[in-house]
């Protein structure tokens, strides 16, 4: 059930449709607001709707359900750069590289966030690395990837199968 949220939610915000995705996941009771999966796609959605305020709420909650979380303490670390806060934004991308040493965004957005600073020194190693990972070529601890691909396999799944039914609804 939480699966088919997770994977109907994310087909809407693609579509452009995060309000909808936000009653969904509101919807998912006692089960979703326990899946720190879910709080995020929250988060997310009102980071859209922009709602900062409260996706930084969701976004803490997540990391609450689930201190290794990297989603949200990437998400917790837009967040600040928007605000111009560096150092918590840098802080926050660092934590999510610690929570999932495997999680591309986070090296991404951090390195990004040091390009911007003139910091190339940091921010081309990162930026590369996070692009080594998403590809699937990194090195970085194997057995904690292997880990993290296992405990989020589901979220994929889910997305697969609301992708699928939103291409089969948009042909009919």
Request: charged residues 25%; proline residues 3%; hydrophobic residues 40%.
């Amino acid at each position: 059930m939480v699966e088919e949220i997770i994977g109907e939610a994310q087909a809407l915000i693609m579509e452009g449709a995060p309000d909808k995705a936000l009653q969904l996941l509101m919807s998912s009771g006692d089960e979703g607001m326990a899946n720190p999966i879910i709080r995020n796609k929250i988060g997310v959605c009102y980071i859209s709707l922009g709602r900062t305020q409260e996706a930084e709420t969701e976004f803490r909650a997540a990391i609450t359900l689930d201190c290794e979380c990297s989603p949200a303490y990437t998400n917790l670390g837009n967040i600040f750069k928007e605000r111009g806060d560096v150092e918590k934004a840098i802080e926050y991308y660092e934590r999510a590289i610690q929570a999932d040493p495997t999680y591309p965004n986070a090296y991404h957005n951090l390195g990004v966030l040091y390009n911007g600073l003139r910091r190339y020194d940091k921010g081309i190693p990162l930026i590369k690395t996070g692009k080594q990972l998403e590809l699937g070529k990194g090195d970085i601890k194997r057995g904690k990837r292997k880990q993290t691909a296992w405990r989020y396999s589901w979220v994929l799944v889910a997305f697969v199968i609301g992708a699928v039914a939103m291409l089969l609804s948009r042909l009919k």
